[in-house]
């Protein structure tokens, strides 16, 4: 084995991110803002920024008993042959895997000084009780699926409907 100078060692793990060109995964549990160009649902707006919550699928799990043969018993009550029965595992699905598609705000939006008004903005609600740092944090994620939650999306990534709400985004006039 041929041992490497530390700075080259540095200079070919730079080329290896650069060439994934990934960003680094977040941590919090929730996905990334996607755009539509690369996974939007159908018939999303070009330059569109969407979120993407899926709620997982139930299924159950059932194990039964099924009897083959009754027992063969005399007229005394004493068994002559115990039933047989035969195990049986069944899945049923209770409720589908579910993609839920809702508008977002884009990654250029999402400043530090936007995610600290988000953070400002759901402090004043007692739902933040972080400082407000304007990274888009685990906790400042938590306090937005707070916030949604009761409208109907379970999710810890910023719809624009919420940020609309909070007070954040423009509401567009319809004339």
């Known amino acids: ?3 490497f100078p530390v700075p080259a060692l540095c ?32 018939g999303a707006a070009p330059g569109t920024c969407w979120g993407k919550h899926t709620t997982p699928a139930v299924i159950e799990t059932v194990t039964q008993q099924i009897m083959l043969q009754p027992a063969q018993v005399t007229t ?17 699905i209770l409720r589908e895997r579910k993609d839920t598609w809702f508008q977002a705000p884009c990654p250029p939006q999402q400043t530090p000084e936007f995610i600290a008004s988000v953070q400002r903005a759901l402090a004043a609600r007692s739902l933040y009780r972080g400082p407000v740092t304007g990274v888009m944090d685990g906790p400042t994620r938590a306090a937005i699926r707070k916030y949604q939650a009761p409208q109907g999306l379970d999710s810890g990534i910023l719809s624009t409907a919420a940020a609309r709400k909070l007070g954040l985004i423009e509401v567009e006039r319809q004339e």
């Open 1 to 3: 084995m041929i041992p």
């Open 11 to 42: 200079v070919l793990a730079a080329c290896v991110l650069t060439a994934c060109n990934t960003a680094l995964p977040d941590m919090s549990g929730e996905p990334q803002v996607t755009r539509t160009f690369a996974e939007g649902p159908p």
């Open 76 to 92: 005394e009550g004493h068994v002559i042959q115990p039933a047989i029965y035969k195990t049986e595992t069944q899945q049923r």
